[in-house]
């Protein structure tokens, strides 16, 4: 199994600032990373699919890189509705697993 | 627009049996594979099925093989998962997802295994 670990679990930024996740994966999963949204009440969203895809719809703020092991997850500009939960998703083999978690909160 | 509409969750007691069904429209149902996710109270991420467009192939992660079978009837767009020898960890949110990069989501159904 595939254990991905996410950092950091919670982070406050100002607007305008950059904001970065990490996700580390135990094995080599190529591009196979997916970054969800999640707001208060609400399902994940998909914003970003494998290969760094960005959604249909998804602001050009958010991006992601990374292949292998070592992916990073990056919201330029952010603004206050960013407010939310970020999680990754390794969907290059079953069990599919995901990263913990990262709280993000505006100053 | 894709909507996926989750129905059947409720309070079960531990060892209890449960079936939850996931109404899909606004894209072509048989086409594409199926998931269940659930999340827990401690907003923890896990994948608990997958079902084949087709139907007949199904993956599941050691924690509930045995004990969950995913389901789906594509004349009527839905999406099934039995749930059985029910546990308190079993307490989550359940969602049903599209294709495997989890591009969809319904609502939800919640399931709360208690005595």
Redesign the interface.
């Known amino acids: 199994e595939t254990t991905v670990t996410q950092s950091p679990a919670s982070l406050s930024v100002a607007t305008g600032e950059k904001v970065t996740i990490r996700c580390i994966t135990s094995t080599d999963i190529d591009d196979d990373m997916n970054w969800y949204q999640q707001k208060p009440g609400e399902p994940p969203k998909l914003l970003i699919s494998e290969g760094n895809t960005l959604r249909p719809g998804v602001p050009s703020r958010f991006s992601s890189s990374g292949y292998g092991t070592d992916f990073v997850f990056t919201i330029e500009n952010t603004l206050s509705e960013d407010v939310a939960d970020y999680y990754c998703l390794q969907s290059d083999n079953m069990p599919y697993t995901f990263g913990g978690g990262t709280k993000l909160e505006i100053k | 627009e894709v909507q996926l509409v989750e129905s059947g969750g409720g309070l079960v007691k531990p060892g209890g049996s449960l079936k939850l069904s996931c109404a899909a429209s606004g894209f072509t149902f048989s086409s594409y594979a199926m ?1 269940w996710v659930r999340q827990s109270p401690e ?5 608990v099925a ?1 079902i084949s467009s087709g139907g007949s192939y199904t ?4 924690t509930v093989t045995g004990r969950f079978t995913i389901s789906r009837d594509n004349a009527k767009n839905t999406l099934y998962l039995e749930m059985s020898s029910l546990r308190s960890e079993d307490t989550a949110m359940y ?1 049903c997802a599209r294709d ?9 159904t919640l399931v709360t295994v208690s005595a």
């Open positions: 998931s907003k923890r991420l896990e994948w997958e993956y599941y992660p050691d969602y495997r990069s989890f591009a969809y989501w319904g609502q939800g």
